[in-house]
């Protein structure tokens, strides 16, 4: 007997053993956050389903705990299968851990860490930007949260003036100036496919500071993405060659030579956005345009103080040389072309006929 | 060593008496230094200017700094050219209003008639080269190609220099139209000193006359015999034009 008690021991132990996995896995098979398919919804749902559901932190501000079941079902995640318990990761029990965040900003600061889990490229892009730049300082600078909603997240471009709107929750301002603009108007009052909204400009994640040297440089540029889109323009009766012609223009070759050579030295030189205005861009035919003949002067004032009103005709604009725009020009340009052909071309020739004179009477002189 | 007799040159060459005949004032021949010396910086210091797109162009403008002094050169430059103008234009009509600078340098029918024989010559139509007075009609061209330019440069220079305050008082597509007018002019302009002036000075002969004032008999009968015929009361010889 003594002999068979020990060779019973390990066959208890592995049964035991087994029965503890099993055991593990079946009741405690929720907390395991790293799967995307749970089923914590519906469970999470039976208490924070009520709408009264709310409660008050540290700071005193109340924090509503209600989840609107139907408006979660829409969101982009909730369909997919990605619910509760993907994000809030560190609720596995009821009752939960308690709430160690004084405020409700604090709370959204921390819990937008759950985004980097899935979108981690994006979330990097996010922390390049001139939003996490100043998030030390600045506890309302955006968070992804801020941005797309949380629980009931929705495609962010659809309609496209979303993208506007939702900028325009911090950046006023701005956007007042923005929904008045050609860009702006088409966006708002006709969901215009091809103008730009905030993000096209500016980036979408990792948003730059607009103000800097570099973004200055490369702004022509940036303009010239769909200016210089000659399907694009033809679409709305829009040169094409604006973005060519100004680089041959005296502001344009310096813009060019800065952002080839000093990118990082501020320079006057005008760029599309120093005439044409940023975000209050309108036609030129508009009368609130500051390109508009009638505010010309004053536009050009602001570099050039000073000037009189024959300075807006020294700017040829975004046209080549023509007898009808510029006949000065275009004379002067008709006579050098004539000239310089046969100022160089009567010289060569004469001075060739010269030589060859030369070199005949010294053969004739030599071989007499 | 001491035994052997000296030699000494028995027969020393013949007296030649080489005239030399007054061409260039002292002050003439100092615009020219200083006509040669504007121009050759103007156009060192513009061609980076006109290129600035280029490479190379950048590669000297390598700073802001640089592009400031390259236009403060050309500026001090410029100034010093328009300084030379003033003196030609005062000092050529003073001095011609009291006959002692001579008209030969304004362009005459007879230059048109030198032209076409020298045309016909080089193409071999014709046998004997045509003679030349003080200037001949090449060196006008010169003259007169430079004083041109020089005016359209400074006067589209002064207006790129202060183009603010010249459309107060003319149209603002000068400006434009200056910009154009001066950057093409420069190049043609030194095309045409390296093609036409220096075959002509340095090539064809080399003629110093303007650094010397003085042009001697041999090159005044080649070249000026019409001159020399004047100045001498000899004629030069029906060969006159011929290469001796």
């Not at chain 1, 540029?221 to 040169?239: F, T």
């Not at chain 2, 200083?34 to 060192?44: I, Q």
């Amino acid at each position: 007997m003594d002999r068979r008690w020990p060779r019973l021991i390990l066959p208890i132990w592995f049964a035991a053993a087994l029965i503890a996995a099993g055991l593990y896995l079946t009741v405690f098979q929720p907390a395991r956050a790293d799967q995307p398919h749970q089923e914590t919804e519906a469970y999470c749902l039976s208490c924070h389903g009520n709408p009264d559901l709310s409660m008050t932190l540290p700071s005193g501000e109340v924090l509503p705990l209600f989840i609107d079941a139907e408006h979660l079902k829409q969101s982009v995640h909730s369909p997919l299968g990605i619910e509760c318990q993907a994000c809030h990761t560190e609720i596995k029990t009821y009752p939960h851990p308690p709430i160690e965040y004084q405020t409700r900003r604090e709370l959204s600061r921390a819990y937008y860490l759950s985004c980097e889990k899935c979108h981690s490229t994006i979330y990097e892009k996010a922390q390049d930007s001139m939003h996490a730049a100043v998030a030390a300082e600045n506890p309302s600078a955006p968070v992804c949260t801020d941005c797309h909603g949380s629980h009931y997240i929705q495609s962010p471009n659809q309609p496209r003036s979303l993208v506007s709107t939702t900028c325009s929750n911090c950046h006023g301002e701005v956007y007042e100036k923005y929904k008045e603009s050609i860009h702006g108007s088409a966006l708002m009052e006709e969901d215009n496919p091809d103008v730009p909204v905030c993000t096209d400009c500016h980036g979408v994640h990792n948003i730059q500071d607009p103000r800097t040297e570099q973004f200055r440089i490369d702004s022509p540029e940036l303009c010239a993405g769909c200016h210089a889109d000659a399907e694009l323009m033809s679409k709305y009766d829009l040169p094409a060659d604006v973005y060519d012609l100004y680089k041959l223009s005296w502001h344009g070759v310096d813009v060019s030579v800065y952002k080839a050579r000093w990118p990082t030295i501020w320079h006057d030189s005008a760029v599309c956005t120093d005439c044409h205005g940023i975000h209050d861009i309108f036609q030129t035919d508009d009368p609130r345009s500051s390109v508009n003949p009638e505010n010309l002067l004053a536009t050009c004032q602001e570099c050039h103080p000073g000037v009189g009103p024959n300075w807006t005709d020294a700017w040829t604009g975004h046209h080549e040389i023509s007898l009808e725009r510029s006949p000065l020009l275009y004379y002067i340009d008709v006579f050098y072309s004539s000239l310089v052909p046969v100022v160089l071309w009567g010289a060569g020739i004469y001075v060739f006929l010269q030589i060859v004179h030369l070199i005949v009477e010294r053969s004739r002189r030599s071989l007499r | 060593m001491s035994e052997q007799p000296m030699q000494t040159k028995t027969d020393s060459p013949p007296v030649q008496t080489v005239r030399v005949f007054k061409r260039f004032s002292l002050g003439q021949r100092w615009e020219h230094v200083l006509l040669m010396l504007s121009f050759t910086v103007l156009l060192l210091t513009g061609l980076p200017q006109r290129y600035r797109d280029t490479g190379w162009s950048q590669q000297i403008l390598a700073t802001p700094d640089m592009v400031y002094l390259v236009q403060t050169i050309h500026r001090i430059a410029a100034v010093v050219l328009i300084l030379e103008v003033i003196y030609h234009l005062g000092a050529g009509i003073y001095q011609m209003a009291r006959r002692k600078l001579s008209a030969d340098i304004f362009i005459t029918w007879q230059d048109v008639r030198d032209a076409g024989q020298m045309v016909a010559y080089l193409l071999f139509l014709r046998k004997d080269k045509p003679t030349f007075g003080k200037y001949n009609f090449e060196q006008k061209i010169t003259y007169w190609f430079i004083f041109v330019g020089i005016g359209i440069m400074v006067v589209t220079g002064l207006i790129l220099w202060f183009p603010e305050t010249i459309t107060w008082v003319l149209p603002g597509s000068v400006v434009p139209a200056s910009k154009v007018a001066h950057s093409t002019e420069a190049i043609v302009a030194a095309i045409f000193i390296v093609l036409w002036h220096f075959f002509h000075v340095h090539l064809e002969r080399l003629n110093l006359s303007i650094f010397t004032g003085k042009m001697n008999e041999e090159d005044m009968k080649t070249y000026h015999a019409r001159e020399y015929d004047r100045l001498t009361g000899e004629k030069a010889g029906q060969d006159g034009g011929k290469q001796p």
